[in-house]
């Protein structure tokens, strides 16, 4: 046994005088794959010696097999030799097992061993999940391969019969020991095997692909095992020690056994890996939820090996499947998100717009979509256009599911594709101890704390963007602050975002720490704390309200998502008392500017009777004003399955005194081609005409939909604006977005005897800001309390 110590050792030193000579990385993993096959040959050979001593013929009817780290030839310095002694009822197995057992033992090797007859391997095997997984990768070694061969074909046939039992059974496992373990992409001292993302994930995979209902690992998770295998031995070999997390002190000697630059690089490079095999893992446990509710649904027996192999594939499930549209590009197909049949792969918004309609609507993009996307279609460039921009907020603001479309989207290369500077930041870990997740993904999940709060601001994109970006600066030296506001100003523009756009997303990432850093280590009575969040705000003349709470906001969402340590009751207190007294000390401020239209579109109003003008995207509305015209147009065009993305509305004087209504539309379809500009038209001729009942034509069509429940959204919020207007009543819905939405707003006003004299409506990716100058039936502002009050509380209702 010496030989095979010997052995390994010396196969593992070769990396290290080529690492040290300035050899690679490449160089110092093959060295220790060398070492582990070498290892297991050595094994082999010196156990089939054991069994069958002096050269003897082997004992008929009794096998040596290895489960294991040793079945698969991974066995590591500190891994534990698995071995299962199986006979026919061989009269003298106990003293060929002690004529094994005992030689191991006296090597000092750690050994797990069993006896067993083929019928007791067998029932081992369906009543622990364990042994099951170990003996479905079993190897023969020595003595009677066709025992050997019996067994594992027995073992593996129960699997394959019990699947619908056992993958359950597996999944909790795996759930409960992702529960104790945490995930090994995001951990500063992770388990190398235990943890989610680890090797033993994906030894589960194989032992799923084995029930025929999912396909085997694929190249880039047998890499990414390749690596975490090549730590795990490099970290045995370095510690001595039979160990599996990667604790703080071993990453720099680790690092050096692999040829990596520093314990950093180690960390990015571990990361990686993870997230590979994580990813993977979460697409094939969702193949096997699809199994199970066919055979819940179906009840049908145990299907034949083609059949299997068609659920592994996905061949079979094609058939019957109903597709949803659930965005334009993408409808709905078994579960996950796929191209329409007529989507554009030309068309540079459709990665982000597919992206965004699949968080929207809380399912998983299609592995196979997210790699025809990246090999085929078209990328936004600088500047991006209105939709792409949008599509990126509407997938932001989907919230907690857009955490896992992103991953998908960053696994195929796509966000570094879309965002260079993502690159730097990219599994870039946090040696801080109240950070639980890697740069990136810190960005991400802050991202989705701030589509919470998007009620919270006048300019929920803004909020969303600056939560990505905010920490964006910690992959350049220096300050993370003021690098990343560079960095930020760069990629507002190349997003597309307007100049003034621009510098508040510069200003939110420069200042992203000023509100929780001066509430917390300033004394906030005393006035010189207030003045410099103020003095901060000038960078941004005019805009100084809107930044300071899309500054308090994304402090919020920036602690959230750091970890629980990092936000509690009395910095949220001490951050909003702050934010409260800046707000107070700030003079004016702008609010909500008057909707305006120009010369061109003002001009349809001297039509008599009514003007209708559809170009494009565009669709322009005049006629004599009239209560409800607003949200009948609105509701026109939401019978074309047209979205409103903005709306400018005014009334002005026509050449008889008499109050002319102009309405300017920017929609887009929800999804497909848009709608016939002459059917359009007709239509909205038919309304002004008033021989078109909108409300009845909505209400038939709602019954006629099933709506997908999609994705938990904040709750609307109906405010008024003080002081805004000295004519009208101004009031702001912020709600989140969805067909027929203008329509529910401006019919709920109507409701309450209002008329809409002018409005702007913005929807911001997924989010409605929507604000409307109101007069009653007498056209003055409301004055009454209550009677505001219940304005509130009618349109809220409308909304729910």
């Known amino acids: 046994m010496a030989l095979v110590h010997r052995t390994f050792r010396e196969q593992t030193e070769q990396a290290r005088p080529a690492t040290g000579a300035g050899g690679t990385t490449d160089t110092a993993r093959a060295a220790l794959a060398a070492a582990r096959a070498a290892r297991a040959d050595e094994l082999d050979r010196w156990l089939t010696g054991l069994l069958t001593p002096h050269r003897d013929a082997p004992a008929p009817g009794v096998a040596l097999l290895a489960v294991g780290s040793h079945a698969r030839r991974e066995l590591t310095p500190g891994g534990d030799l698995d071995l299962v002694l199986v006979h026919d009822g061989h009269p003298g197995i106990a003293g060929i097992a002690d004529r094994v057992w005992y030689p191991i033992w006296d090597a000092g090797l750690r050994l797990d061993h069993s006896v067993r007859t083929v019928t007791e391997a067998r029932a081992v095997a369906r009543a622990d999940l364990k042994a099951a997984l170990g003996l479905l990768s079993a190897r023969p070694i020595a003595g009677d391969c066709a025992l050997g061969g019996e067994l594992r074909a027995a073992v593996l046939a129960d699997w394959r019969a019990d699947a619908a039992r056992r993958l359950p059974e597996l999944a909790d496992m795996c759930r409960e020991r992702w529960r104790s373990q945490g995930e090994l992409a995001f951990l500063l001292e992770p388990d190398l095997k235990e943890a989610h993302g680890g090797l033993r994930d994906v030894h589960v995979m194989q032992a799923v692909a084995a029930s025929w209902v999912a396909s085997a690992p694929g190249e880039r998770v047998r890499a990414a095992h390749g690596l975490l295998l090549d730590v795990r031995h490099a970290l045995h070999e370095v510690t001595g020690r039979a160990t599996d997390r990667l604790v703080l002190q071993e990453h720099e000697p680790v690092a050096h056994a692999l040829g990596l630059l520093d314990a950093d690089v180690l960390l990015r490079a571990v990361a990686e890996a993870a997230r590979t095999i994580t990813y993977a893992g979460d697409h094939l446990w969702r193949r096997v939820e699809r199994f199970r509710a066919s055979r819940r649904g179906t009840g049908a027996p145990r299907p034949a090996m083609g059949a299997w192999a068609g659920a592994a594939t996905g061949r079979g499930a094609a058939r019957g499947v109903e597709r949803k549209p659930v965005g334009d590009g993408a409808v709905e197909h078994d579960g996950e998100v796929v191209l329409a049949r007529g989507a554009d792969l030309d068309d540079p918004s459709l990665v982000l717009r597919v992206a965004a309609a699949a968080a929207q609507a809380g399912l998983p993009l299609a592995p196979a979509t997210v790699d025809r996307l990246a090999e085929r279609a078209a990328l936004p460039s600088a500047p991006w256009p209105d939709a792409a921009r949008d599509a990126l907020v509407a997938l932001l603001g989907a919230g907690g599911a857009a955490i896992g479309v992103w991953e998908a989207l960053d696994q195929a290369g796509l966000i570094v594709r879309l965002i260079p500077d993502w690159e730097r930041v990219r599994n870039r870990p946090q040696r801080n101890p109240f950070h639980r997740f890697t740069v990136d993904r810190h960005l991400v999940e802050a991202a989705a704390e701030a589509a919470s709060l998007t009620r919270e601001?006048?300019?929920?994109?803004?909020?969303?963007?600056?939560?990505?970006?905010?920490?964006?600066?910690?992959?350049?030296?220096?300050?993370?602050?003021?690098?990343?506001?560079?960095?930020?100003?760069?990629?507002g523009a190349r997003m597309g975002f307007a100049d003034g756009d621009v510098r508040v997303l510069e200003t939110l990432v420069r200042h992203h720490l000023l509100l929780p850093d001066t509430a917390t280590r300033r004394d906030i009575d005393d006035p010189a704390t207030v003045r410099t969040v103020t003095k901060a705000l000038e960078a941004v003349p005019g805009?100084?309200?809107?930044?300071?709470?899309?500054?308090?906001?994304?402090?919020?969402?920036?602690?959230?998502?750091?970890?629980?340590?990092?936000?509690?009751?009395?910095?949220?207190?001490?951050?909003?008392?702050?934010?409260?007294?800046?707000?107070?000390?700030?003079?004016?401020?702008?609010?909500?500017?008057?909707?305006?239209?120009?010369?061109?579109?003002?001009?349809?109003?001297?039509?008599?009777?009514?003007?209708?003008?559809?170009?494009?995207?565009?669709?322009?509305?005049?006629?004599?004003?009239?209560?409800?015209?607003?949200?009948?147009?609105?509701?026109?065009?939401?019978?074309?399955?047209?979205?409103?993305?903005?709306?400018?509305?005014?009334?002005?004087?026509?050449?008889?005194?008499?109050?002319?209504?102009?309405?300017?539309?920017?929609?887009?379809?929800?999804?497909?081609?848009?709608?016939?500009?002459?059917?359009?038209?007709?239509?909205?001729?038919?309304?002004l005409a008033g021989r078109l009942d909108v409300a009845e034509r909505l209400e038939r069509r709602a019954r006629s939909m099933r709506v997908r429940p999609g994705i938990t959204v904040p709750p609307p919020r109906v405010g008024i604006v003080h002081d805004a207007s000295s004519t009208a009543t101004v009031v702001e819905v912020r709600a989140h977005d969805r067909p027929g939405l203008l329509w529910r707003i401006g019919q709920a006003l109507g409701e309450c005897g209002l008329s809409v004299r002018a409005a702007q409506v913005d929807t911001l990716g997924a989010e409605a800001v929507d604000v409307f100058y109101v007069v009653d039936s007498q056209g003055r502002p409301v004055s009454d309390p209550d009677a505001l009050a219940a304005v509130r509380r009618h349109v809220l209702a409308a909304l729910r």
Request: glycine share 10%; no cysteine; proline share 8%.
């Open 457 to 491: 601001v006048a300019r929920p994109d803004l909020l969303l963007v600056g939560a990505l970006l905010h920490d964006i600066g910690k992959g350049w030296p220096g300050d993370h602050s003021a690098g990343g506001a560079v960095v930020a100003r760069d990629l």
């Open 543 to 687: 805009r100084e309200r809107e930044t300071l709470e899309l500054l308090s906001a994304l402090a919020v969402a920036d602690a959230k998502a750091t970890g629980p340590s990092a936000w509690g009751s009395w910095k949220a207190r001490q951050v909003a008392e702050l934010s409260r007294r800046a707000a107070a000390a700030l003079s004016g401020g702008t609010p909500p500017p008057a909707p305006v239209l120009g010369p061109e579109t003002l001009a349809l109003a001297r039509h008599d009777g009514g003007a209708v003008r559809i170009a494009g995207a565009r669709v322009t509305v005049a006629a004599p004003d009239r209560p409800g015209l607003l949200w009948r147009a609105a509701g026109v065009l939401a019978l074309h399955r047209l979205v409103v993305r903005s709306a400018r509305t005014v009334s002005s004087p026509a050449a008889e005194a008499r109050a002319t209504a102009v309405l300017d539309f920017t929609a887009v379809p929800e999804y497909g081609t848009p709608p016939d500009p002459a059917a359009l038209e007709a239509d909205l001729r038919r309304m």
